[in-house]
């Protein structure tokens, strides 16, 4: 009883921590009203948003446009985004970035360096020696990483969508092609957090597609299994995705629709933008063709004829998906000289036949890597802008041999709406209805180590061991645990990607090092010596795949065990404090499955065999993160997490290791055969022993072999670098608002200065005065306005509106007099009226005072003579003199007698009949047609000893028995003597006036 009243005491501390994060959620909901997510293409980027109000909505930009294209142009003293910068390509193509994702997370030496050289080669790309990555060199004094343009992008992707909004955004989810490398992910997240931006999850662009898909059809999934492929060619590259639809019991909401990828295959480069500068290598020929007899320069060494030219090809190719040919034409290409030529679309396919050969490729690959066939696809649905083109389709439809392809998806915004579904999904601010996402890992990831073993006795020798991490198609987000038990010194190890024999040889070189990190531990012998007493059970180094695909080291820690007597004496009180705390967030599991925390078994690394997957101990066994769903179809791929012991559980376990020991001697004794209590020693004997753990965290380095990461001060400086320039855009189009204001006023007042409603109230004086300083106004604005600061701007703009103060009022003033004295006349009348019928209330049933009345009759009187007076004073005032008669008056005086009357009507709306008294003739008068019966009683009956001031009545027995009934026609027939006899009574003409008037 006493451990257990202990343990009820516990709970109060961790009930108010509860308590205090739910109030810190509840607190950080203000900031997440709104989530966003951008689709970043190549070429383009959809953003869209979720609110309150609005939910799955595409962000229009500022030209009302769905889709905006990702390009910037860098300038000395600006930079334009989106289609600003698609025009400025033409005249500045060096500050003209596009396709820069393409340099994301990728070395000097890299295969695709070279090739953006060679499709861009007028930008100038310099070298940076500590990370070994390329910038843009834009001037000698500007110089930009592809991780700082992408950043400017991201933030003007979240000034659309905010200004959309209408409130500030800051959790997104970016979606990112399927075959990005652990360093290209990471060089996203780094812009991200360039442009202020909190990211929710990286999602892969074929699994926000196939998500969007499945949440517009959820009715149509069910526990049967649904393979559907889907086929993106998007501007820069070509993705295929087999997806896998069925319903799936979870453990938080029962049966759900999941989505699961099953196989993936890309092609890097096959993609719009290659067809597209074939076609311009097709056209730039043609024009050299055209003045080959004229001795003139190649066009292809002018960068604006060869942007102009790229926009003609990037049009062109659009226009042949749908006509067999179409004329090239562009104005002044280059010296002033036109462009015209025909081009068919068999031209264009022929230029193109080898990428159409490689359509096929991506199917294939997807299917390897899922382990099935065609004949267990049901449906291949085409995404992206480049499976427009015919031919694309065609080789495509041959390559599935299905009877038609798929189109019932926008293949635009459907990575755009998946992403920002999951962005609501993943925020506190919305409930989403739940869909299953199990992504799946491309690359696979293994540990690699090397340690001393003994062959032979004396012989000891180097032996190199891999281990499989996260193996191929391997779902995630997902966390892992390797143990290394024979070390008990420092070491290192080695993370690296696993077998990549899917990719060609060019994809290698393109993929760059397959080396990921060495990890440099510190601190494991001095762990041994802090517990010489204790049995080592392993290093445990804590992997985490995230939702982001990005693999981190959580932590590495040196694990101890021993085995102790449980007995209350040894248990100290910080140790059952500890394991109360636990039992209240859903302990009680064994204490392996709750060290650390972790979701995930271990493993050992005694097998003589390398590298197989087969062998028992060579791989991590996964486990799911807490709460993944599983297949009831199929047996599920990762056994259950062995914390998820329910309370039942964790009371038995509870009672099993901590209770036995406390509990009262009387129920020790009971515990004996025969009812004899136990003997002390057999007591002993029968107690469990108890294993006691200990965890020393070991102390990690982390050397990035693939792509280093910005550091810390460089990343701080490039966030500085953003921010100035979005501070100085922002200063500039404050400058550019202040001065298009000061030169529209300008203009608006030299032309109202010629109307006739301002000339009527201006002299000739005043307005040669106004026109003259406007003059000035305007050659200072075309001389010195140019340099002028916003203040300055702003000031100039302040004197000229004090100068046309007094003349805009009274013409505004002339304007407001009709309607403003209209209305004060209809109020007057209409209160007036009110004031009447008032009056003319019977005494009996008035409901309204005499000081109420006569103070709106006063009110009358005064806005009547306040407004004959204020009328009459006007208009003997000239028109060009201030007026007397103001607007803000007339809504004074209108407001003060409406308030006066609405005040009466108020009274009149809750005011109670009063009760009505007894005629001359015993009878009562009648009650209102909405009064009940009950009412009627207590109008007729008074209570005992009181009597009504009413003439005495001839027959009491009578009347009571007629004022029990309700009124009516046999009423009027109790009354005195003479009623039966006058039939003509009720038809006076007195009683019907006072009933009309009631």
């Known amino acids: 009883m006493a451990a257990t009243g202990r343990r009820q005491r516990l709970r109060r501390p961790a009930c108010f921590a509860l308590m205090a994060v739910l109030l810190a959620d509840l607190l950080a909901l203000s900031d997440t009203l709104a989530v966003m997510s951008v689709d970043l293409g190549s070429e383009s980027m959809k953003v869209a948003i ?46 003209t970035l596009r396709y820069f994702q393409h340099l994301l997370g990728k070395q000097a030496d890299n295969p695709h360096v070279a090739l953006y050289r060679a499709r861009f080669p007028e930008h100038e790309l310099s070298f940076d020696p500590q990370r070994q990555t390329v910038h843009f060199q834009i001037s000698p004094q500007l110089q930009f990483s592809p991780e700082e343009v992408l950043g400017m992008i991201l933030n003007y992707s979240r000034s659309l969508a905010e200004d959309f909004a209408e409130q500030p955004i800051k959790d997104a989810v970016i979606t990112v092609p399927a ?50 492929m889907f086929y993106d060619m998007g501007s820069g590259s070509t993705v295929c995705t087999i997806v ?59 960068p604006r004829a060869m942007a102009k030219l790229l926009r003609e090809a990037n049009r062109l190719k659009t226009v042949l998906s749908a006509n067999a040919d179409h004329m090239a034409q562009i104005e002044g290409l280059m010296d002033d000289v036109d462009f015209k030529a025909k081009v068919t679309r068999v031209e264009f396919e022929e230029l193109c036949a080898d ?48 009877e038609e392809l798929g189109k019932n998806i926008n293949a635009d915004e459907a990575a755009a709406m998946g992403a920002v579904y999951q962005a609501a999904a993943l925020s506190k601010a919305f409930k989403v209805k739940p869909f299953v996402v199990r992504d799946a890992v491309v690359y696979p990831i293994l540990v ?39 070390y008990s010194h420092d070491f290192n190890f080695h993370i690296n990607y696993g077998d ?52 981190s080291l959580d932590r590495v820690e040196s694990v101890f065990e021993t085995v102790v007597e449980d007995s209350p004496e040894e248990e100290s009180t910080l140790t059952k404090l500890g394991n109360t705390i636990s039992s209240l967030f859903g302990g009680g599991a064994t204490p392996d499955a709750k060290e650390n925390g972790t979701d995930t078994v271990q493993e050992e690394e005694e097998s003589p065999a390398e590298g197989s997957k087969d062998e028992p101990g060579e791989q991590a066994e996964p486990k799911e993160e807490a709460g993944a769903p599983r297949e009831d179809a199929s047996p599920p791929p990762f ?36 009812g004899t209590p136990a003997a002390p020693e057999e007591e002993k004997k029968q107690k469990p022993a108890r294993k006691q753990k200990m965890v020393e965290e070991i102390g990690v380095e982390l050397v990035v072999l693939d792509v280093p990461d910005l550091a810390e001060v460089e990343l701080a400086r490039s966030v500085q670098k953003l921010e100035d320039l979005t501070s100085r855009d922002l200063e500039k189009q404050e400058r550019e608002k202040a001065a298009n204001s000061l030169e529209a006023f300008i203009f608006e007042t030299q032309d109202k200065l010629d109307q006739p409603e301002y000339q009527e109230v201006s002299t000739e004086e005043q307005r040669e005065d106004i026109s003259g300083k406007l003059r000035a106004a305007s050659t200072w604005l075309e001389d010195e306005g140019f340099g002028a600061t916003t203040a300055k701007l702003k000031e100039k703009l302040a004197e000229l509106k004090k100068l046309c103060q007094g003349l805009f009022f009274r013409v505004e003033e002339r304007k407001k007099w009709p309607e403003r004295l209209s209305a004060l006349d209809n109020l007057l009348n209409h209160s007036s009226m009110f004031l009447k019928g008032a009056r003319l209330i019977p005494e009996m049933d008035q409901i309204f005072t005499e000081v109420e009345m006569t103070t709106l009759e006063k009110v009358i009187n005064e806005t009547w003579a306040w407004k004959n007076a204020t009328v009459a004073e ?21 407001m003060a007698l409406d308030r006066e009357v609405q005040y009466l009507l108020n009274k009149a709306k809750f005011a109670k009949p009063r009760p009505r008294p007894k005629d001359k003739n015993g009878t009562r008068a009648e009650p209102p047609l909405n009064a009940s019966d009950s009412d009627q009683g207590e109008k007729v009956i008074p209570p005992a000893g009181q009597m009504e001031d009413v003439e005495p009545i001839p027959e009491p027995e009578k009347v009571e028995a007629a004022e029990s009934e309700p009124a009516s026609s046999e009423t009027l027939e109790l009354g005195g003597p003479g009623a039966a006899s006058e039939p003509e009574q009720p038809a006076q003409p007195k009683q019907p006036v006072k009933n009309d008037e009631l």
Request: charged share 30%; no cysteine.
């Open 50 to 95: 979720v609110k309150p109000g609005v939910p799955m909505e595409i962000v229009l930009n500022k030209e009302s446009r769905r889709k905006t294209p990702v390009m910037v142009t860098l300038k000395e003293n600006e930079r334009f985004f989106g289609d600003s910068a698609a025009g400025m390509a033409i005249k500045n193509p060096k500050a």
């Open 179 to 228: 075959f990005f490398n652990q360093a290209e992910r990471r060089a996203v997240l780094q812009a991200a957090r360039m442009a202020g931006l909190k990211v929710l999850q990286l999602i892969n662009d074929n699994t926000a597609t196939a998500l969007s898909y499945g949440v517009f059809r959820r009715k149509d999934i069910n526990t049967t299994a649904q393979n559907i």
């Open 244 to 302: 896998t639809y069925q319903t799936v019991k979870t453990k938080e909401a029962g049966m759900q629709p999941q989505l699961q990828i099953r196989g993936v295959g890309f092609d890097r480069t096959l993609g719009g933008l290659e067809m597209e500068l074939r076609l311009r290598e097709h056209l730039a020929g043609l024009f050299n063709e055209q003045r080959k007899g004229q001795r003139a320069k190649d066009v292809r060494e002018n």
């Open 355 to 402: 990428l159409f050969e490689r359509v096929p490729g991506p199917v294939q690959q997807a299917l390897q890597s899922a382990e099935m066939s065609l004949d267990e696809i049901e449906q291949v649905i085409l995404v992206g802008g480049a499976t427009r083109v015919p031919k694309v389709q065609e080789v495509l439809l041959k390559a599935v041999g299905k």
């Open 448 to 486: 690699e180590f090397t340690r001393e073993v003994e062959e032979e006795p004396g012989v000891r020798s180097l032996k190199h061991n891999k281990r499989v991490l996260f193996s191929r198609m391997g779902p995630y987000p997902q966390r892992k645990v390797i143990t290394f038990n024979r």
């Open 500 to 551: 990549l024999g899917f990719l060609g040889p060019e994809d290698l070189r393109v993929f760059g090092s397959q080396n990921l990190t060495t990890v440099k531990l510190k601190g494991v012998g001095e762990s041994f010596k802090k517990y010489p007493d204790y049995e080592s059970k392993g290093i445990k180094a804590h992997f985490n795949l995230d939702e982001s695909g990005v693999l």
């Open 639 to 674: 056994p259950e997490p062995e914390g998820d012991t329910g309370p039942e559980g964790a009371k038995a376990a509870e009672k099993e290791d901590g209770d036995r020991p406390e509990a009262p001697p009387g129920e020790k004794r009971e515990a004996g055969p025969e």
């Open 874 to 894: 006007q208009a003997k005032l000239p028109a060009t003199d201030k007026p007397v008669l103001l607007s803000k008056d007339i809504e004074a005086k209108m």
